[in-house]
C-alpha cells in the first residue's frame, strides 16, 4: 500500500529566508512523487515531479525537492521565500497498481502543509 | 488548451434537492478522477474512470452519489439527495497517458454549499 505523510500542518517563515515542507512516503513498489499547490480558493498546481530518473527535482517558482530512498523522504525546500509562496502545498505519491494490468492508478496526498510567509 | 473545466464553479442547494456537477478534461487526457475537499478530510478521491470506464468508485461516500462518463471529453458527479454535510469543494482531474509519473491537471473546482 501508498501512503505519505506530511510531518508539518503549519510552516511559517519570513520573507526571503528559507523554506522546508517535510514529507515521508511509503510504498510497495517504485514511486512516482510529485508536489502540489494549492492557494487561496483556487485549484491545483503541479509544482514539481519525481520519476525515479534525477532524485533532485526543480520544479516551477524556484522550488526543488530531492528523493531519498533510504530516508523514504521528498521534503520540498526554496532558498528564499516570497510573500506569493504562500498556500497550501501537497505531497503525493502514486504507484501502480498490479490488480490493474499496471494501468491507471491513484495519487495518494498527504493532510497538507499551510506556508505563511511574513514580511 | 483550456485546461480543465468544471461547471458551476459555486452551486448552493438545499437539503434533498438534486445537484450535478460538470466536468470537461483536458483534450486527449484517458483519465478523469473526482475529488472532494474539505477541513475535515482533507482531499479524497471519489472515483475515476480510464477511458471513460469507471475504475474504482472506492471512494464514492455512499449510494447519493453517482458519476458517469458517457464520452471521453464529459463527465458528471451527481447528488441525490443532497444534504449539508456533503458541502465541500469538488475537484475533477484528467491525465494523459499510462506511466505513474503522468501528473493530474485539476480543475478550478466547484464549491458546493447545502443549506
Known amino acids: 500500500a501508498q501512503s505519505v505523510t506530511q510531518l508539518d500542518s503549519h510552516v511559517s517563515v519570513s520573507e526571503g529566508t528559507p523554506v522546508l515542507l517535510r514529507c515521508n512516503y511509503s510504498?510497495?513498489?517504485?514511486?512516482?512523487l510529485f508536489w502540489y499547490v494549492q492557494h487561496p480558493n483556487k485549484g491545483l498546481q503541479l509544482l514539481l515531479k519525481?520519476?525515479?530518473?534525477?532524485?533532485l527535482v526543480k520544479g516551477i517558482n524556484g522550488f526543488e525537492a530531492e528523493f531519498k530512498k533510504s530516508e523514504t523522504s521528498f521534503h520540498l525546500t526554496k532558498p528564499s521565500a516570497h510573500m506569493s509562496d504562500a498556500a497550501e502545498y501537497f505531497c503525493?505519491?502514486?504507484?501502480?497498481?498490479?490488480?490493474?494490468?499496471?494501468?491507471?492508478?491513484?495519487?495518494?496526498f498527504g493532510t497538507g502543509t499551510l506556508l505563511a510567509v511574513q514580511p | 488548451d483550456a485546461g480543465v473545466i468544471q461547471s458551476p464553479r459555486h452551486e448552493v442547494t438545499e437539503m434533498g434537492q438534486e445537484v450535478t456537477l460538470r466536468c470537461k478534461p483536458i483534450?486527449?487526457?484517458?483519465?478523469l478522477f473526482w475529488y472532494r475537499q474539505t477541513m475535515m478530510r482533507g482531499l479524497e478521491l471519489l472515483i475515476y474512470?480510464?477511458?471513460?470506464?469507471?475504475?474504482?468508485d472506492s471512494g464514492m461516500p455512499e449510494d447519493r452519489f453517482s458519476a458517469k462518463m458517457p464520452n471521453a471529453s464529459f463527465s458528471t458527479l451527481k447528488i441525490q439527495p443532497s444534504e449539508p454535510r456533503d458541502s465541500a469543494v469538488y475537484f475533477c482531474?484528467?491525465?494523459?497517458?499510462?506511466?505513474?509519473?503522468?501528473?493530474?491537471?485539476f480543475g478550478p473546482g466547484t464549491r458546493l454549499t447545502v443549506l
Open positions: 482531474a484528467s491525465r494523459g497517458g499510462q506511466k505513474t509519473y503522468n501528473e493530474q491537471f
Open positions: 510504498s510497495s513498489y517504485s514511486p512516482s
Open positions: 519525481y520519476t525515479s530518473a534525477a532524485t
Open positions: 503525493v505519491v502514486s504507484a501502480p497498481r498490479p490488480d490493474y494490468g499496471g494501468a491507471t492508478n491513484k495519487l495518494i
Open positions: 483534450s486527449g487526457h484517458n483519465s
Open positions: 474512470f480510464n477511458n471513460n470506464v469507471p475504475i474504482d
